[in-house]
């Protein structure tokens, strides 16, 4: 069974600080490497997505792939009030039995993220 | 553009009886997703679709659940008998292509089975 791990949190952090989410995943085959934010009582939104190992920027936020580690993480500077919300990390791999030309998401429990003002 | 369209958004029914979920995908987008979330969990792929053909439903409880993509456009998620357990949020997302790039969700139906 395909795995995706999150802290559940609560992660607090005060408004304007780093917030730092990390994201482990079993399935080596994985391909891409989603972040997604939902709040409360909404549907998950993505917010970046991932395929090479290194850094990728987005504004407020950076996501960090390392597939040796088999490891993804999510930081966001500035953090604001209106970042508080749960952090899906999603990981993509091929669906078993597709031959290689379908995939799928895997979702972890996702962290609950609050900035305190 | 529309985004993904669900119905209803809220439903209450008894254990044992039947229940079925509506979608419809953003228009152009191939690939169509039943997601089934328990509250304090990240969403559960149960069936995806590639135009009308299903993809994978490994973790589709196929003894009460079963779904349908007619014509490769809408699709219809029914549970019959529910259980307590299926009290959940269904989500529908869909995307151009199976798998790759983003997913876009729908709303969500809010399931109490009791």
């Known amino acids: 069974q395909k795995e995706v791990e999150q802290n559940s949190g609560p992660l607090s952090v005060p408004e304007g600080a780093i917030a730092s989410l990390n994201c482990t995943y079993s399935?080596?085959?994985?391909?891409?490497f989603f972040w997604y934010r939902q709040y409360s009582g909404k549907s998950p939104e993505l917010i970046m997505f991932i395929y090479s190992n290194g850094d990728k920027e987005d504004g407020r936020f950076t996501a960090q792939l390392n597939k040796a580690s088999q490891y993804v993480s999510l930081l966001i500077r500035d953090s604001q009030p209106s970042d508080s919300a749960t952090y899906l990390c999603?990981?993509?791999?091929?669906?078993?039995?597709?031959?290689?030309?379908?995939?799928?998401?895997?979702f972890g429990k996702g962290t609950l993220l609050t900035v305190n003002p | 553009e529309a985004g993904v369209a669900q119905s209803p958004r809220y439903k209450i029914i008894e254990k044992r009886q039947s229940v079925a979920f509506w979608c419809n995908p953003i228009s152009g987008h191939a690939t169509l997703y039943w997601y089934q979330q328990i509250l304090g969990q990240g969403p559960k792929l149960l069936i995806q679709?590639?135009?009308?053909?299903?993809?994978?439903d490994s973790q589709l409880p196929k003894d009460r659940f079963s779904a349908e993509r007619l014509k490769g456009v809408d699709s219809t998620l029914k549970i019959q008998p529910a259980k307590l357990e299926d009290s959940a949020v269904y989500l529908c997302?869909?995307?151009?292509?199976?798998?790759?790039?983003?997913?876009?969700f729908g709303p969500g139906t809010r399931l109490t089975v009791t």
């Open positions: 997302a869909s995307s151009l292509v199976a798998g790759v790039g983003e997913q876009y």
């Open positions: 999603a990981v993509n791999g091929p669906v078993a039995g597709g031959g290689g030309s379908n995939y799928k998401l895997t």
């Open positions: 399935d080596r085959g994985s391909q891409s």
């Open positions: 679709f590639q135009n009308n053909g299903v993809v994978d």
